[in-house]
């Protein structure tokens, strides 16, 4: 459990955050995620996520986010939305979007009205046409399995593998995004050094 601050109804989040850096790992489909980084402007997310988007994928953006807490802290509700500004975009468009958002009541608040992501949407974007070309369903998931991770260990190479197996009876690694641990036998790695071998 975490103690969060709070200024008045709002959690200090940034208070409780404090300086730092902010990384971001992004899985795209190649062979190699993208990173970057940006020092932490406020420890507030939504404005560091904003901050990361402009200065490391040059994307003006608007980020708000809001949790709702109970009195005894218990969270019950958490929502927010993003806006991305096209680089074709007419000037009058980014006005009305800038103004609508000046007037857009914190995410906090629409959620304990009751409002849905498309309410929130429409009130951000000023009750601007607009279509939903698809909705997806957050989850949880991260790509990685048991066969991914014996590639990567065939790819290491032999002399790698050798030390691996030299080194403990059993081993063990660590997904980097997920924490899923798999865990190889000796006689496993040695299975996987014959193929090393057979790719050489």
Not at 79 to 92: R, V, Y
Not at 141 to 164: F, H, K, N
Request: proline residues 4%.
């Amino acid at each position: 459990w975490v103690s969060v601050p709070s200024r008045g109804v709002k959690l200090d989040v940034g208070g409780m955050v404090g300086p730092g850096v902010l990384h971001v790992v992004k899985e795209v489909g190649l062979n190699e995620p993208t990173t970057g980084a940006i020092a932490l402007v406020s420890g507030e997310i939504g404005e560091d996520l904003a901050t990361y988007l402009l200065q490391s994928e040059q994307i003006p953006s608007a980020v708000s986010l809001g949790v709702f807490a109970h009195p005894g802290k218990m969270i019950s509700e958490a929502g927010g939305f993003l806006i991305q500004f096209h680089a074709t975009l007419e000037d009058e468009v980014i006005e009305h979007v800038e103004q609508a958002l000046a007037n857009t009541p914190s995410v906090t608040a629409m959620i304990q009205e009751g409002c849905q992501p498309l309410d929130m949407l429409r009130r951000a974007l000023g009750g601007m046409a607009m279509s939903v070309v698809r909705t997806v369903t957050p989850q949880w998931y991260c790509p990685c399995s048991r066969d991914r991770v014996m590639e990567m260990l065939i790819a290491m190479g032999e002399a790698e593998l050798r030390q691996l197996m030299e080194e403990e009876e059993v081993t063990r690694i660590t997904c980097d995004y997920c924490v899923t641990e798999y865990v190889f036998q000796r006689r496993e790695l040695e299975a996987l050094l014959s193929e090393a071998k057979a790719d050489i």
